[in-house]
Every structure is written in C-alpha cells, then in structure tokens.
Nanobody, 117 residues
Framework: QVHLVESGGGLVQPGGSLRLSCAAS????????MGWYRQAPGKQRELVAE???????NYADSVKGRFTISGDNAKNTVNLQMNSLKPEDTAVYYC???????????WGQGTQVTVSS
C-alpha cells in the first residue's frame, strides 16, 4: 500500500510559477514510477509528467520546456516545478505512483491549480 499527499496548488497569474510536491509513504520500496496527472472540468485525466525509479522522465507535449519533474529519494517526494503557466493549465493535479509487480496505480487526493488574471 502506498499513500500519497500532495501540496502546493493555488491561484497564479498567467506567466507565473507554482511548485507541487507529493509525499509518499507506506511501501516505498515497491514504487516503480511516480508522476503527475491533471483533470480539467469536462475533460479526461491526462498525464502531465512522470519519473521512473531510475530517473527517466517523460512529459506531455503541452508542458515540455515549462514543467520539470524531479524526485527526492531521501524524502520520498516527487516535485513538479511549473513555469510560464497558462490558463489552459488550470486543472486538479493528482500525484500518482505505480507500485508492485503489476504496476498498480495509487492516487493522491488532488490539488487545484488555477491560472487566471
């Protein structure tokens, strides 16, 4: 079992920055990858960025060059630095962890990010 707690969402103006953090607890050693997904009203949940236990990263095309995902193994956290935010980045952001032999998905409770002037 993996428990995820997100923090760092909020309201920011277009062009601004936010940093999301996700703290993992429980069966940490079983985690194979962690990532961030987002879901805007009326839209499907989509992958934003992910990082494997080996440090490989993957980004959605819409955030490449603006968002950076990083992991801190010592603190069991994964962070998402979001720069040059746009109104279309507005969504609930969910932390995700894939763990175990079958890559079971665990989810955090979500944190709201609103980009608006």
């Amino acid at each position: 079992q993996v428990h995820l707690v997100e923090s760092g969402g909020g309201l920011v103006q277009p062009g601004g920055s936010l940093r999301l953090s996700c703290a993992a607890s429980g069966s940490i050693s079983s985690i194979k990858a962690m990532g961030w997904y987002r879901q805007a009203p009326g839209k499907q949940r989509e992958l934003v960025a992910e990082i494997t236990s080996g440090g490989s990263t993957n980004y959605a095309d819409s955030v490449k060059g603006r968002f950076t995902i990083s992991g801190d193994n010592a603190k069991n956290t994964v962070n998402l630095q979001m720069n040059s935010l746009k109104p279309e980045d507005t969504a609930v952001y969910y932390c995700n962890a894939a763990a175990g032999y079958n890559w079971f998905y665990y989810w955090g409770q979500g944190t709201q990010v609103t980009v608006s002037s």
